[in-house]
């Protein structure tokens, strides 16, 4: 087995584990959801943050964009 | 108690895309402005006990985009979901809605496996453009 590549870039913007993950499609951003209910919004040439927010308190299960929109999907733990 | 929602959301939201700020500033203070937080557009109630995704077909500028999400079920079938085989039956019952105009175009495809010859409650499509 080879070893892995190292990482180009690490982004730590997120707050918890991050179980939700997309592109822009024209690969400008990049969208992260973490299972505190953040969402961080990257920029692809930057790698600068365009938008960081809480956008639910449960775990985020999608994040995608849609033309001017931001479609964000969660699921809950039974707890 | 196995049905206290205390804290969940349960909700899809749908936010706007915020603009990336820009790359050259007049000042220093400006370009420590923290990243914005989008305004929330719409949202809608889901079924968040399970682990489906969301799938979204994006139409074209003009025409309708369409989001399959797991079937939002009343509270009657609520049961089912804590025993495992009972939860696998019920993890085929997608909804088809309308993102562009919330509307619910099919509800609970894939019941009539569960229910005999029940056919999928099917909804006419209203005409795009009205938004």
Redesign the interface.
Known sequence: MTKPPPPLHILRLNKGQVSALSFSEDNERLYSGDQKGYVALVSTRTMRPIAFWRAHTDALLGVEEWDQSIVTHIYSFLD | M?LS?H????????????V??V?VVNSIEQAFIS????NL?FSMD?N???????S?F?GA?GEY?L?A?PNLVDSAFVGLF?SLPDCLSDAGQVDIWT?TTQDRLHAAIGKQHLRGSESPVKADLPKPGNQ
Do not use: T, Y
């Open positions: 196995l929602r804290g969940r959301d349960n909700k899809l939201h749908v936010w706007e895309k915020p990336p700020p790359d990243p914005q937080s989008p557009k889901v968040a006990l399970n682990f489906c995704r969301f979204l994006k500028p985009s989001l999400i804590f993102l």
